[in-house]
């Protein structure tokens, strides 16, 4: 018993997965239920002239078709939820269904919801839309021009903030350093391609004013407060249920416009609707993730030290602020360019710019793996350039273990910190120096042999309340639970946080399990229902175990000192005359007097015999608001061939060293780490939402976005260190985002390090066979 | 213009009235509520639909439910159950081959049509099987270690039988 | 999706006879694969009704069109705005024409196309190779039967 | 994903398909569906009727009839890699048919639905055109022999005729002691063939032959390479490099998201160069 917490157990979620019993949303079957569809724009930005919906209020089996026209003055707009200080933030206006104009191509125009999803979808297409075509330009740093189309009245040039943070003197830094090195770094966009679409059930009781809404979300309690504004209702008549959740990636943290919208239907109507996006749908209109262009330079001293980093980052935020948009290539990529290293100057300027692209928000790792990759991709060339070995660089400049906690100059404090040793593991396992040799005896044969590191810090765990407000993220980042035992000693546990795949259900369990000596079977964590869990912030950002799992140790704790109270006074005994055995409290040294866990939930939950002034029951809850942000690390190594006939990059071996404090359930961190890593992989090589000129997305489905498959990807090796946390209870660091942090730069590393006899310096994700031979012909010379 | 449909579907005869235009996914999910079978594409890429039609791994999101005429179908449903659960559910189950769980029931059942054919798979045999089902969650390394013990679950049963 | 296309195919016809096919939309849709309907609005202004496709592939767009910049017997351009169900295309179509010889003229087109919606995100892959031998159809199909109604 | 509707007729022998193929206008064949339901899903193809085939007996079967391999039109590829007689007689459509797709599209689609749809990008066309396949089309009146040299018209467009179905598919033996290749590298997304080669080679006394060479994705159906000057070269690199140039040539200078022009005809070159290569190391 005393090892369930770092155990690997089965997780407990798993048999209702594995035999096709869960219920994900569009899986919720009611009485009385209806299908929505939406018509959606086909164009990225134009004037509607006309909409003519009587076709499809006609047709069979239509019950209402709904625009913009009939939203009017009865709902709010689409809020963006995170508005940080003093970059001059402006969010236009995000109607739910679009009025005068259209601004991306998916964009939604009408709802139809009719008796069938077949009859539903027929409708659409006899709606009939007339648009007038307006200008569209979906890279940010173009959109930033002058003379670019403008999409908002309100946003003159399209630049929707100018942000900046840093520190030092980076300006005087770079004119006296030995060593400067610079970059333009295209962070393409990406799909996040959770494999469960979005869905949402909407059904509104008009005798009782309430609304319940099953959705596909990461935080059921930010959409309950994000819907409450879109739809004018007050939070307390609204329920939000997120059942299973199949992935979200970020992608389910936003308040979309469709789950309003379907919610406003039911609410029209008095009956159920459920909405379920199709996967080119989802292509369209989900948010997507990354797209920055970036001009970044990094200086020195030829010993190799580094001394400062810059840039300007032109941040697509798509068509409009999505829910996080905003904080996303700031708050959670600005402020950590410092990495694992000791760099003194920092100069950070991002311009949030409006386009005619899909809105940007979460998409795993969320800011910081743009950051970490171009830090990494930096560190790289400024190693070249300095003519160093890029291993001997970061050992170098990494933040000394003994320094923390240590403040970089971008004004974030790192928790804890020891970043050598996971280097250190990392090229062990690969054998770097072996790897080096071969490399060598490859290149004399014409082989492109190359080795990639990849060294991060990332800035998870969010995060301490009174951050999120300095930060302007509209929300609180505390977690919460209530740890509810009943009298035979069984726990239900309910949580803020609400995972969907992560493996809580598990691994709070164990936390909760090690607290009462009880075995994990008699414990259920409950989440995803705004009704019956306390108010908390979801699963995101790497933080439901660092936050949540803190408060469910500390509830759980709570209720072990009130069974301390009544175990004393059962014993006749001093509450500092007890101990815990790991499964019961028992007078010090007197096994006899043991009483059990059980035994106390009995005691509690009849209250026949309780001390004065202790209430009956034995529940407790817990907010956890942790003092700090957690800054995991780690290092990853990756090994790749690259043909230099096609182009094709063959990755031999991948090493994931991580650091994310103890492991409640090393099998499940292990998992995390994997997923991440083949994210990083897939942006690395494969993964790219192409538009064309006009705004069209190109890679509108599968067939064209690559999402990595079993056959292309390569075994993950993983091994860790621990360094733990001092800013909450379990020490944890959180894992959700690790793998992806910087596994894209370990890749794009490797494979610049296999061509660099050419000359080659950097080339930009994704390396797609056509690239990689496009940047050898050029580095050739030969004609393109 | 609805018609009847026949379907063995995990064992027991189902008839349903349905357009020939209906998926077979939607027959199995809207009209026999067997949800554990997913939608997660439009272009028969993901594989989160997939069942077995006679034994063989199929698409449902590419199958008209009157082309399943007669036709034998398992879902995951039909392969085993909380309390027993088929050798590959366990393996998956054991060597936490899943996180979020929605394409775990395709995988599974593209993995059984895997270890009818080859009951001895290496890890690059496993890999190109699974390369109509996408996962996520898990970088698909322990899919693969799952499978391999499923395999050697039921190698040991045969050699026993 | 942005598609161009460009072509001279030499009309065994003169320069007259060629301007006045034309500008006769009869005969133009014709030759135009997948047209169903047209109807002219003014000469000017044509309302037509289109399936384009290849094999099992068939969308069919209903399109506003508009001749303009017409000088008479050489050049004229057309525009034309389509939508589908879910798709959208617009067309700028350029034609200059000139004699080439004695009783021949050359027919210098150029159409720049620019596909929306599903046929853009889905379709892509299809699209370029079909676009291109469907345009080149109607002009090589058009320029022949021009000059076999000439010769006839 | 909802089709449009449409009427389904499910055909249970060759002579109803026929018959409801002349009676039906606006009538689309499907056997295992995996060309046809995307689209429809799409709604970019609403056809009016849907024929199935699957279950015609007359269209299933492979077997050897008159020196030839005879494979029933509505085969699945999971029948064609199950098959002894195609493996043995036939190792290039065998190592062709087991990329396609992925298992579960190999256990619904069919060979004659993949060849009747003539898509650019299909594998199967250029491995049919160095096999020398021959495609017998039948009709009301009749049956026909298609060369496929012949039937592979244009993209997305073969030789079929109104009320005409692909019936067999005839494959005569290979010369003896060919060594074949397909070659292709795919696009991550789809596993389309951004670049594919399929090549039948025979060599004696150091020298090549006899060449055959089809591509994939050349930017048109079934294109073949001129190889009358790689037959009777002994086949080394000058002689390789050579027909991975004449293959880079008969390329469309057109590009897509995944293969921009230049570098599609570049990798034409390369594959038919290596599948050629690896051809002629099979050879006896």
Redesign the interface.
């Given at each position: 018993m005393a090892t369930i917490f770092g155990s690997g157990i089965r997780r407990r979620e798993d048999p209702r997965l594995i035999t096709g019993l869960a219920t994900y949303t569009d899986d919720v079957a009611l009485p009385g239920l209806a299908y929505a569809a939406f018509l959606r724009s086909p164009y990225a930005h134009a004037r509607i002239t006309k909409i003519d919906t009587s076709a499809a209020k006609a047709a069979p089996g239509v019950v209402a078709v709904y625009t913009a026209a009939d939203l009017e003055g009865k709902t709010g707009t689409v809020p963006c939820a995170w508005n940080p200080p003093n970059c001059d933030l402006k969010v236009p206006a995000h109607p739910i269904l679009a009025s005068d104009k259209v601004r991306y191509a998916g964009d939604a125009v009408a709802l139809v919801v009719a008796e069938t999803?077949?009859q539903a979808?027929?409708a659409i297409?006899l709606i009939d839309v007339d648009y007038d075509p307006l200008g569209a330009e979906v890279d940010p740093e173009k959109a930033a021009q002058p003379g670019a189309p403008v999409f908002h009245d309100d946003v003159p040039g399209n630049i929707g903030f100018t942000w900046s943070c840093g520190g030092g003197d980076a300006a005087a830094e770079f004119e006296r350093a030995e060593v400067k090195v610079k970059l333009r770094i295209v962070q393409q966009r990406l799909l996040p391609t959770a494999i469960e679409p979005r869905s949402a059930v909407a059904s509104y009781n008009k005798g009782t004013g309430q609304l319940q809404l099953w959705v596909t979300s990461q935080n059921p309690h930010i959409h309950r407060f994000l819907c409450s504004l879109m739809l004018k209702l007050p939070e307390h008549r609204i329920r939000v249920v997120a059942p299973e959740v199949g992935g979200g990636f970020g992608s389910k943290i936003p308040a979309y416009p469709d789950e309003a919208a379907v919610s406003f239907a039911s609410m029209q109507l008095g009956r159920p609707v459920k909405w379920t996006e199709?996967?080119?749908e989802n292509y369209k209109c989900t948010i997507h993730g990354r797209d920055h262009v970036e001009y970044v330079e990094m200086c020195g001293m030829k010993d190799g030290r580094i001394t400062g980093i810059r840039s300007t980052v032109y941040a697509g935020l798509g068509a409009y602020a999505s829910t996080a948009g905003p904080g996303i290539p700031t708050i959670l990529h600005g402020l950590v360019y410092s990495g694992a290293y000791e760099i003194p100057h920092i100069a950070v300027t991002v311009h949030g710019v409006y386009t005619s692209g899909t809105p940007i928000d979460a998409y795993r790792g969320a800011g910081r793996p743009e950051a970490a990759y171009l830090v990494e991709r930096l560190v790289d060339t400024f190693a070249r350039a300095a003519g160093k070995d890029p291993a001997a660089v970061r050992h170098l400049n990494f933040i000394p273990k003994e320094k923390f906690p240590h403040t970089v100059a971008t004004g974030v404090t790192y928790d804890s910190g020891d970043y050598g040793p996971a280097l250190d593991k990392a090229l062990a396992l690969i054998d770097y120096e072996g790897f080096r040799r071969r490399q060598a005896e490859a290149r004399t044969q014409g082989k492109y042999l190359g080795i990639g590191i990849g060294s991060y810090i990332e800035i998870c765990g969010l995060g301490p309340s009174q951050v999120a407000g300095a930060v302007g993220f509209g929300a609180g980042l505390y977690d919460s639970a209530i740890v509810r035992v009943y009298p035979t000693g069984v726990v239900r546990v309910y949580i803020g946080a609400s995972p969907h795949g992560q493996g809580e259900e598990t691994t709070f369990a164990q936390v909760v399990a090690q607290e009462f000596g009880i075995p994990v079977e008699n414990i259920e964590i409950v989440h995803g229902d705004t009704e019956t869990t306390p108010q908390g912030w979801g699963t995101y950002g790497s933080r439901t175990t660092a936050v949540c799992g803190s408060a469910v140790k500390i509830a759980a704790q709570r209720v072990k000192e009130k069974a301390r109270k009544i175990a004393a006074h059962l014993l006749e005994a001093s509450e500092d005359d007890l101990e815990w055995t790991g499964t019961a409290w028992q007078v010090k040294g007197v096994p006899g007097t043991a009483k059990s866990f059980g035994d106390l939930a009995l005691a509690a939950n009849v209250a026949w015999n309780l001390p004065a002034g202790v209430e009956p029951g034995l529940e407790a809850n817990a907010f956890f608001d942790p003092s700090n942000f957690v800054y995991p690390f780690g290092t990853h190594v990756c090994t790749v061939e690259v043909d230099g006939?096609?182009?094709?990059v063959h990755i031999e071996r991948y090493v994931a060293v991580d650091d994310c404090g103890p492991h409640i359930n090393p099998v499940i961190v292990q998992g995390q780490i994997h997923g991440g890593v083949i994210q990083g992989i897939g942006e690395a090589?494969?993964e790219i939402a192409?538009y064309d000129d006009s705004g069209q997305l190109?890679?509108g489905t599968?067939?064209?976005?690559?999402?990595p498959?079993a056959s292309?990807m390569p075994h993950v090796e993983t091994d860790y260190t621990v360094t733990p946390s001092p800013v909450n209870p379990l020490g944890v660091k959180g894992c959700g985002e690790a793998g992806t942090i910087v596994s894209a730069a370990a890749v794009v590393n490797a494979v610049v390090d296999a061509l660099a006899p050419l000359g080659i310096t950097h080339i930009d994700k994704p390396l797609?066979?056509?690239r990689v031979?496009?940047a050898i012909q050029a580095a050739k010379g030969g004609a393109? | 213009?609805k018609r009847p449909v026949t379907l063995q579907v995990n064992g027991a005869a189902r008839t349903v009235e349905v357009?020939?235009?209906a998926?077979l996914v939607?027959v199995l999910r809207d009209e026999l509520h067997l949800t554990g079978t997913h939608?997660g594409c439009?272009?028969?890429?993901c594989?989160a639909c997939?069942v077995l039609?006679d034994g063989?791994?199929?698409?449902s999101?590419?199958?008209?439910a009157?082309?399943a005429?007669g036709s034998a179908i398992t879902t995951i449903e039909g392969l085993g159950s909380p309390d027993a659960l088929h050798p590959l559910q366990q393996a998956f189950w054991d060597k936490h081959g899943l996180q979020c769980g929605f394409c775990t029931p395709g995988v599974i059942m593209?993995a059984t049509?895997?270890l009818e054919r080859n009951p001895d798979p290496s890890d690059e045999e496993i890999r190109h099987?699974?390369?109509?089902?996408y996962c996520r969650c898990t970088g698909y390394v322990n899919i693969v270690a799952a499978v391999k013990a499923a395999a050697a679950t039921l190698r040991a049963a045969r050699a026993a039988a | 999706m942005k598609l161009s296309f460009t072509g001279a195919p030499e009309v065994a016809a003169p320069l007259a006879v060629t301007w006045d096919r034309l500008m006769d939309p009869s005969f133009v849709s014709a030759s135009a694969p997948g047209v169903e309907k047209v109807e002219a609005i003014d000469p000017e202004h044509f309302k037509v009704i289109v399936a384009f496709?290849?094999?099992?592939?068939?969308?069919r767009f209903h399109l506003d069109v508009e001749l303009f910049d017409v000088q008479a017997p050489s050049h004229a351009k057309m525009r034309a705005r389509g939508k589908a169900?879910?798709s959208t295309l617009d067309v700028t179509a350029t034609i200059d024409l000139s004699e080439s010889a004695p009783g021949m003229t050359r027919m210098a087109w150029r159409a720049d196309s620019d596909v929306g919606g599903?046929?853009a995100s889905?379709?892509?892959?299809?699209l370029?190779?079909?676009a291109?031998?469907l345009t080149e159809q109607f002009w090589g199909d058009f320029a022949r039967r021009v000059g076999a109604h000439a010769a006839a | 994903?909802?089709?449009?509707?449409?009427?389904?007729i499910?055909a249970g022998s060759l002579a109803q398909a026929l018959a409801l193929l002349g009676s039906h206008e606006d009538a689309?064949v499907?056997a295992g569906?995996?060309?046809?339901?995307?689209?429809?899903?799409?709604?970019?193809?609403?056809?009016g009727t849907?024929i199935?085939i699957?279950r015609v007996p007359e269209l299933h079967g492979i077997d050897r009839h008159q020196g030839d391999l005879r494979i029933g039109a509505a085969t699945t590829y999971?029948a064609l890699l199950q098959s002894r007689l195609v493996s043995e007689g036939f190792p290039l459509l065998h190592e062709c048919v087991e990329d396609i797709?992925?298992?579960?599209?190999r256990?619904?689609g069919t060979l004659g639905g993949s060849l009747a749809?003539?898509d650019?990008?299909s594998d199967l066309p250029a491995v049919m055109l160095v096999l020398g396949a021959k495609m017998v089309c039948v009709s009301a009146k009749g049956t026909r022999t298609v060369p496929a040299a012949q039937f592979f018209t244009?993209?997305?467009?073969s030789a079929l005729q109104d009320g005409e179905l692909l019936q067999e598919i005839h494959l005569p033996p290979l010369p003896a002691g060919a060594g074949t290749c397909y070659h292709t590298?795919a696009?991550?997304?789809?596993?389309?063939a951004?670049a594919g080669a399929a090549v039948v080679v025979t060599k004696a006394g150091g020298k090549v032959t006899s060449a055959k060479v089809a591509l994939t994705s050349s930017?048109?159906i079934g294109r073949v390479v001129d190889t009358s000057a790689f037959v009777g070269s002994d086949g080394g690199d000058a002689a390789l490099a050579a027909l991975g140039a004449a293959a880079s040539a008969l390329t469309d200078a057109?590009g897509?998201?995944?293969?921009?022009a230049?570098?599609r005809r570049?990798?034409m070159g390369?594959?038919t160069r290596r599948a050629a290569a690896t051809a002629l190391s099979r050879a006896k």
């Amino acid at each position: 018993m005393a090892t369930i917490f770092g155990s690997g157990i089965r997780r407990r979620e798993d048999p209702r997965l594995i035999t096709g019993l869960a219920t994900y949303t569009d899986d919720v079957a009611l009485p009385g239920l209806a299908y929505a569809a939406f018509l959606r724009s086909p164009y990225a930005h134009a004037r509607i002239t006309k909409i003519d919906t009587s076709a499809a209020k006609a047709a069979p089996g239509v019950v209402a078709v709904y625009t913009a026209a009939d939203l009017e003055g009865k709902t709010g707009t689409v809020p963006c939820a995170w508005n940080p200080p003093n970059c001059d933030l402006k969010v236009p206006a995000h109607p739910i269904l679009a009025s005068d104009k259209v601004r991306y191509a998916g964009d939604a125009v009408a709802l139809v919801v009719a008796e069938t999803r077949a009859q539903a979808r027929d409708a659409i297409d006899l709606i009939d839309v007339d648009y007038d075509p307006l200008g569209a330009e979906v890279d940010p740093e173009k959109a930033a021009q002058p003379g670019a189309p403008v999409f908002h009245d309100d946003v003159p040039g399209n630049i929707g903030f100018t942000w900046s943070c840093g520190g030092g003197d980076a300006a005087a830094e770079f004119e006296r350093a030995e060593v400067k090195v610079k970059l333009r770094i295209v962070q393409q966009r990406l799909l996040p391609t959770a494999i469960e679409p979005r869905s949402a059930v909407a059904s509104y009781n008009k005798g009782t004013g309430q609304l319940q809404l099953w959705v596909t979300s990461q935080n059921p309690h930010i959409h309950r407060f994000l819907c409450s504004l879109m739809l004018k209702l007050p939070e307390h008549r609204i329920r939000v249920v997120a059942p299973e959740v199949g992935g979200g990636f970020g992608s389910k943290i936003p308040a979309y416009p469709d789950e309003a919208a379907v919610s406003f239907a039911s609410m029209q109507l008095g009956r159920p609707v459920k909405w379920t996006e199709d996967r080119s749908e989802n292509y369209k209109c989900t948010i997507h993730g990354r797209d920055h262009v970036e001009y970044v330079e990094m200086c020195g001293m030829k010993d190799g030290r580094i001394t400062g980093i810059r840039s300007t980052v032109y941040a697509g935020l798509g068509a409009y602020a999505s829910t996080a948009g905003p904080g996303i290539p700031t708050i959670l990529h600005g402020l950590v360019y410092s990495g694992a290293y000791e760099i003194p100057h920092i100069a950070v300027t991002v311009h949030g710019v409006y386009t005619s692209g899909t809105p940007i928000d979460a998409y795993r790792g969320a800011g910081r793996p743009e950051a970490a990759y171009l830090v990494e991709r930096l560190v790289d060339t400024f190693a070249r350039a300095a003519g160093k070995d890029p291993a001997a660089v970061r050992h170098l400049n990494f933040i000394p273990k003994e320094k923390f906690p240590h403040t970089v100059a971008t004004g974030v404090t790192y928790d804890s910190g020891d970043y050598g040793p996971a280097l250190d593991k990392a090229l062990a396992l690969i054998d770097y120096e072996g790897f080096r040799r071969r490399q060598a005896e490859a290149r004399t044969q014409g082989k492109y042999l190359g080795i990639g590191i990849g060294s991060y810090i990332e800035i998870c765990g969010l995060g301490p309340s009174q951050v999120a407000g300095a930060v302007g993220f509209g929300a609180g980042l505390y977690d919460s639970a209530i740890v509810r035992v009943y009298p035979t000693g069984v726990v239900r546990v309910y949580i803020g946080a609400s995972p969907h795949g992560q493996g809580e259900e598990t691994t709070f369990a164990q936390v909760v399990a090690q607290e009462f000596g009880i075995p994990v079977e008699n414990i259920e964590i409950v989440h995803g229902d705004t009704e019956t869990t306390p108010q908390g912030w979801g699963t995101y950002g790497s933080r439901t175990t660092a936050v949540c799992g803190s408060a469910v140790k500390i509830a759980a704790q709570r209720v072990k000192e009130k069974a301390r109270k009544i175990a004393a006074h059962l014993l006749e005994a001093s509450e500092d005359d007890l101990e815990w055995t790991g499964t019961a409290w028992q007078v010090k040294g007197v096994p006899g007097t043991a009483k059990s866990f059980g035994d106390l939930a009995l005691a509690a939950n009849v209250a026949w015999n309780l001390p004065a002034g202790v209430e009956p029951g034995l529940e407790a809850n817990a907010f956890f608001d942790p003092s700090n942000f957690v800054y995991p690390f780690g290092t990853h190594v990756c090994t790749v061939e690259v043909d230099g006939e096609t182009g094709e990059v063959h990755i031999e071996r991948y090493v994931a060293v991580d650091d994310c404090g103890p492991h409640i359930n090393p099998v499940i961190v292990q998992g995390q780490i994997h997923g991440g890593v083949i994210q990083g992989i897939g942006e690395a090589l494969q993964e790219i939402a192409v538009y064309d000129d006009s705004g069209q997305l190109l890679s509108g489905t599968m067939m064209d976005y690559a999402v990595p498959k079993a056959s292309q990807m390569p075994h993950v090796e993983t091994d860790y260190t621990v360094t733990p946390s001092p800013v909450n209870p379990l020490g944890v660091k959180g894992c959700g985002e690790a793998g992806t942090i910087v596994s894209a730069a370990a890749v794009v590393n490797a494979v610049v390090d296999a061509l660099a006899p050419l000359g080659i310096t950097h080339i930009d994700k994704p390396l797609t066979p056509a690239r990689v031979w496009a940047a050898i012909q050029a580095a050739k010379g030969g004609a393109r | 213009m609805k018609r009847p449909v026949t379907l063995q579907v995990n064992g027991a005869a189902r008839t349903v009235e349905v357009e020939p235009r209906a998926l077979l996914v939607h027959v199995l999910r809207d009209e026999l509520h067997l949800t554990g079978t997913h939608v997660g594409c439009d272009t028969s890429q993901c594989g989160a639909c997939t069942v077995l039609i006679d034994g063989h791994a199929v698409k449902s999101c590419t199958t008209l439910a009157v082309q399943a005429e007669g036709s034998a179908i398992t879902t995951i449903e039909g392969l085993g159950s909380p309390d027993a659960l088929h050798p590959l559910q366990q393996a998956f189950w054991d060597k936490h081959g899943l996180q979020c769980g929605f394409c775990t029931p395709g995988v599974i059942m593209t993995a059984t049509d895997l270890l009818e054919r080859n009951p001895d798979p290496s890890d690059e045999e496993i890999r190109h099987a699974l390369e109509g089902n996408y996962c996520r969650c898990t970088g698909y390394v322990n899919i693969v270690a799952a499978v391999k013990a499923a395999a050697a679950t039921l190698r040991a049963a045969r050699a026993a039988a | 999706m942005k598609l161009s296309f460009t072509g001279a195919p030499e009309v065994a016809a003169p320069l007259a006879v060629t301007w006045d096919r034309l500008m006769d939309p009869s005969f133009v849709s014709a030759s135009a694969p997948g047209v169903e309907k047209v109807e002219a609005i003014d000469p000017e202004h044509f309302k037509v009704i289109v399936a384009f496709g290849v094999g099992a592939i068939k969308v069919r767009f209903h399109l506003d069109v508009e001749l303009f910049d017409v000088q008479a017997p050489s050049h004229a351009k057309m525009r034309a705005r389509g939508k589908a169900p879910g798709s959208t295309l617009d067309v700028t179509a350029t034609i200059d024409l000139s004699e080439s010889a004695p009783g021949m003229t050359r027919m210098a087109w150029r159409a720049d196309s620019d596909v929306g919606g599903t046929v853009a995100s889905v379709g892509a892959r299809l699209l370029e190779g079909t676009a291109k031998k469907l345009t080149e159809q109607f002009w090589g199909d058009f320029a022949r039967r021009v000059g076999a109604h000439a010769a006839a | 994903m909802i089709p449009a509707t449409f009427e389904y007729i499910r055909a249970g022998s060759l002579a109803q398909a026929l018959a409801l193929l002349g009676s039906h206008e606006d009538a689309k064949v499907i056997a295992g569906g995996h060309s046809l339901l995307p689209v429809m899903k799409f709604r970019m193809a609403q056809p009016g009727t849907l024929i199935d085939i699957a279950r015609v007996p007359e269209l299933h079967g492979i077997d050897r009839h008159q020196g030839d391999l005879r494979i029933g039109a509505a085969t699945t590829y999971r029948a064609l890699l199950q098959s002894r007689l195609v493996s043995e007689g036939f190792p290039l459509l065998h190592e062709c048919v087991e990329d396609i797709g992925d298992v579960q599209v190999r256990n619904r689609g069919t060979l004659g639905g993949s060849l009747a749809h003539c898509d650019p990008n299909s594998d199967l066309p250029a491995v049919m055109l160095v096999l020398g396949a021959k495609m017998v089309c039948v009709s009301a009146k009749g049956t026909r022999t298609v060369p496929a040299a012949q039937f592979f018209t244009s993209a997305f467009s073969s030789a079929l005729q109104d009320g005409e179905l692909l019936q067999e598919i005839h494959l005569p033996p290979l010369p003896a002691g060919a060594g074949t290749c397909y070659h292709t590298v795919a696009q991550a997304a789809s596993g389309y063939a951004m670049a594919g080669a399929a090549v039948v080679v025979t060599k004696a006394g150091g020298k090549v032959t006899s060449a055959k060479v089809a591509l994939t994705s050349s930017g048109d159906i079934g294109r073949v390479v001129d190889t009358s000057a790689f037959v009777g070269s002994d086949g080394g690199d000058a002689a390789l490099a050579a027909l991975g140039a004449a293959a880079s040539a008969l390329t469309d200078a057109t590009g897509d998201l995944h293969a921009p022009a230049d570098y599609r005809r570049h990798l034409m070159g390369v594959v038919t160069r290596r599948a050629a290569a690896t051809a002629l190391s099979r050879a006896k």
